[in-house]
């Protein structure tokens, strides 16, 4: 495959930008470079802290690859609330898939960005497809409630899981299992191997319990070591058969297209923020309202009330 990784990060770097001018020229690149986009497959990958997602979307990446596949993997790791910094170490953890002809891997920062992606995820899923990846990886930041936001970027949802990790039931979110497409106990090797067929035991009924987005589609589990290279093929081939399931039954269509209105809708919020923000009127009355809501003169509700009216009365 021949693709400018250096030009593919400038591009996803200009979309990041928040400068008037660089967000300008990145809805003029994203307008030339959509229609050449859609034709991958999609997938989040998500866990709880030390599950092992780096070293699984590493082998899982060069298994891809093996088979003829080409991967974009768009890791994004947590901003800092208190330094605003981000530590982006994960491309510096898959050694070997970095730097492969085949891969590319784009780090970037969440910027306080709830639901385990950043601000630009959408757009940079565009940029890789027209760059010619057939297999768009988004590693989202850690299972949370705010995670189930990945579920509308993507066409299969994974969430990887630790084997023998105790209260495993009570510590994975209703929510997350909800848009779970598939459940993966990773680091299923040595010692782990036992307790990671009980927890799949335990899983598998749990997901009965939970009623699945099609009928055609009941949620496996299943376990592999990603250290050692074992089961990761059994997980791609669930992922190829819910792939034909949904094109086969046209919910992968349709699936794409809610896709397409959730990213108008965020767009669309977004927007209206930055525009209320950026209001000369609303940044000249914030002092007072804010200092009013501190010190309980006003409630909140009342506060957000004047301020939008403050917003519709300069307009």
């Known amino acids: 495959m021949a693709c400018d990784r250096a030009a593919l990060g400038r591009a996803i770097t ?5 400068r008037p001018d660089h967000q300008d020229k990145a809805q003029e690149l994203l307008e030339l470079l959509h229609p050449h986009s859609g034709h991958s497959i999609r997938a989040g ?9 780096s070293t699984f979307i590493e082998s899982f990446g060069l298994n891809l690859i093996e088979d003829g596949r080409t991967v974009a993997v768009l890791a994004v790791d947590p901003t800092s609330e208190r330094t605003g910094g981000s530590i982006l170490g994960d491309k510096t953890r898959m050694n070997n898939l970095s730097v492969n002809a085949s891969a590319f891997i784009r780090p970037s920062p969440t910027s306080g960005v709830l639901g385990g992606v950043n601000r630009v995820t959408r757009e940079s899923i565009i940029i890789c497809e027209a760059a010619g ?6 590693e989202t930041v850690g ?3 705010s995670e189930t936001a990945v579920s509308s970027m993507v066409d299969f949802f994974l969430v990887l899981l630790l084997p023998g990790a105790g209260d495993d039931l ?8 909800e848009v779970a ?7 299923a090797d040595g010692l782990n191997e036992q307790p990671a067929r009980a927890a799949q035991n335990d899983y598998t009924h749990a997901l009965r319990l939970l009623t699945s987005e099609t009928a055609e589609w009941q ?3 299943l376990t592999c070591s990603a250290m050692l290279n074992h089961g990761l093929r059994e997980v791609w081939q669930e992922i190829l058969k819910h ?5 086969s039954n046209g919910t992968f269509e349709s699936r794409r297209q809610s896709q397409l209105l959730d990213w108008l809708d965020a767009t669309v919020e977004q927007k209206l923020m930055n525009d209320f923000y950026r209001n000369t009127a609303v940044a000249a009355a914030q002092k007072l309202i804010r200092t009013q809501v501190t010190d309980r003169s006003i409630t909140p509700e009342k506060a957000a009330r004047k301020l939008i009216e403050t917003h519709r009365e300069s307009q």
């Not at 497409?181 to 680091?187: E, P, R, S």
């Open 45 to 53: 990958i998500s866990g709880v802290p030390g599950v092992g997602k």
């Open 219 to 221: 949620p496996p589990v």
């Open 143 to 145: 299972v949370g409630q």
């Open 170 to 177: 009570q510590g994975i979110k209703r929510g997350v299992m």
């Open 243 to 247: 792939n034909d399931i949904q094109i």
């Open 14 to 18: 200009l979309i990041e930008s928040t």
């Open 181 to 187: 497409d598939m459940l993966v106990i990773n680091k």
């Open 133 to 138: 990846f057939d297999t768009i990886l988004v």
